[in-house]
Nanobody
Framework: QVQLVESGGGLVQAGGSLRLSCAAS????????MGWFRQAPGKEREFVAA????????YYASSVKGRFTISRDNAKNTVYLQMNNLKAEDTAVYYC??????????????????WGQGTQVTVSS
C-alpha cells in the first residue's frame, strides 16, 4: 500500500504561483508514475500532469501546459507541481496520484492505483 499526502494548497490571486508537494510512502517510489489530477465543484476529476519514474517523461494537460511544471525527487519520495500564472479556472481540489503503469498524457482517473486526500487550490480574480 502506498500512501500519498498532498500539501501546499491555498488561496492566491490570479497570476500568482503555488507549489504543491506530494509525499509518498513506500520503498519503490521510483517505480511509480506520479501525477496530479484536479476536480472543481460540479465537474469530473481531470488529469493535470504526470511524470515517469525516472523523471524522463513529462505529460501535461493542454490547459496547464506552459504554466505548470511537474517534478520529482525520488530520494525524498516526493513529487511536486509548480503552478505559475494561475487562473481562476485552476480553482479545484488537487489530488496526487500514483500508477504502476505509464499512461502518458491520456491517463484516466480510473487507472490510478493510489490517491492522495487532496489539497484545495483557490485562485481569486
Amino acid at each position: 500500500q502506498v500512501q500519498l499526502v498532498e500539501s501546499g494548497g491555498g488561496l492566491v490571486q490570479a497570476g500568482g504561483s503555488l507549489r504543491l508537494s506530494c509525499a509518498a510512502s513506500g520503498r519503490t517510489f521510483s517505480s511509480y508514475v506520479m501525477g496530479w489530477f484536479r476536480q472543481a465543484p460540479g465537474k469530473e476529476r481531470e488529469f493535470v500532469a504526470a511524470i515517469s519514474g525516472n523523471g524522463g517523461r513529462l505529460y501535461y494537460a493542454s490547459s496547464v501546459k506552459g504554466r505548470f511544471t511537474i517534478s520529482r525527487d525520488n530520494a525524498k519520495n516526493t513529487v511536486y507541481l509548480q503552478m505559475n500564472n494561475l487562473k481562476a479556472e485552476d480553482t479545484a481540489v488537487y489530488y496526487c496520484a500514483a500508477s504502476r503503469i505509464d499512461h502518458g498524457g491520456s491517463w484516466p482517473s480510473v487507472r490510478v492505483d493510489y490517491w492522495g486526500q487532496g489539497t484545495q487550490v483557490t485562485v481569486s480574480s
